[in-house]
């Protein structure tokens, strides 16, 4: 079987996505598609253009406490894991490193054993600060929020909407409401079936972002999973959701929703999170090569 292949070079690096001939009517488009991704992803976090993100994070480290996109901030955060569970082997912020051996203007050169040294010194992921304790408060507590909603819906909202449709149903039978009054209920029935999936959709992703952020294989943990342990404070407002069994703990009474006022509540709108902040100690230490 022939295959169709859309190559492109980025990142020192040859990317092709390959495709059954025949197969994907719009091979070609798609995988120009993926290929515009990846040039995006380069453009964000590349170190050898001034105005990517991550070298934006470089030149204002010594100013202090920098935001940065959230999945840029986890990137950082799973960098910091891989580095801590290779004992080193794997690190990003080893831009000093690159340096000394030359390789970052690709000539290669052996350093003098003090210049080796203080490139050591200068590198490492142990240096950077990710403002972890925070993001994850925040995260926490977006993912409350949202689960507390999705609850809500489930116990109060969704209910009282089917129980409407039902009893509009009844009294059209008995020739008492019009079949406007009807379709307005079902209506009503329907955008808040939806409006529950959406707070469904916005408590998975909560999860996945606290998963994320604490490079956990899953959240909610099992009910049987020890406490999170490995990077201090950090998860001390996890640990205490597990510990008050709060994940499990059903949502405090609210007064029934009327008929036609199906939907959410204007004090439960979702919160807004300031960005994650993340600064290397050393400002003159680049974040990667």
């Known amino acids: 079987?022939?295959?169709i292949v859309v190559g492109r070079?980025?990142?020192?690096?040859?990317?092709?996505?390959?495709?059954n001939a025949g197969e994907t009517a719009d091979a070609t488009e798609l995988g120009v598609a993926a290929l515009d991704l990846v040039d995006l992803i380069e453009d964000r976090i590349t170190v050898y253009r001034d105005g990517s993100e991550l070298m934006r994070?470089?030149?204002t480290a010594s100013e202090g406490w920098q935001p940065v996109a959230a999945d840029l901030f986890e990137l950082l955060v799973m960098a910091r894991q891989l580095s801590e569970r290779t004992g080193g082997g794997f690190d990003c912020a080893?831009?000093?490193?690159?340096?000394a051996w030359g390789f970052l203007e690709r000539r290669g050169r052996?350093?003098?054993?003090?210049?080796l040294q203080a490139a050591r010194e200068r590198s490492g992921m142990r240096l950077v600060e990710l403002d972890l304790a925070t993001q994850t408060a925040q995260a926490v507590a977006a993912y409350r929020t949202s689960q507390r909603l999705v609850a809500w819906y489930e116990e109060y909202i969704l209910p009282k909407a089917r129980e409407t449709v039902s009893l509009t149903q009844t009294l059209y039978a008995r020739g008492e409401v019009t079949f406007l009054s009807l379709l307005q209920a079902q209506r009503i029935l329907t955008e808040t079936e939806l409006a529950y999936v959406d707070s469904q959709a916005e408590?998975?992703?909560?999860?996945?972002?606290?998963?994320?952020l604490l490079q956990l294989e899953m959240f909610p943990p099992p009910a049987d999973a020890p406490a999170v342990i490995g990077m201090g404070e950090s998860n001390s407002e996890l640990n205490r959701l597990k510990q008050d069994d709060l994940l499990k703990k059903?949502?405090?009474?609210?007064?029934?929703?009327?008929?036609?006022?199906?939907?959410?509540r204007a004090d439960m709108e979702p919160l807004q999170m300031p960005p994650p902040v993340a600064r290397p100690i050393d400002p003159l230490r680049p974040v990667a090569p």
């Open 1 to 3: 079987m022939h295959s």
């Open 9 to 19: 070079d980025a990142m020192a690096c040859r990317f092709e996505v390959v495709f």
């Open 57 to 59: 994070l470089n030149a």
């Open 94 to 99: 080893s831009g000093a490193l690159v340096r």
């Open 110 to 115: 052996i350093p003098t054993d003090e210049a």
């Open 203 to 212: 408590r998975w992703t909560g999860a996945v972002s606290i998963a994320d």
């Open 250 to 264: 059903r949502p405090e009474p609210v007064p029934p929703v009327a008929p036609a006022a199906v939907a959410p």
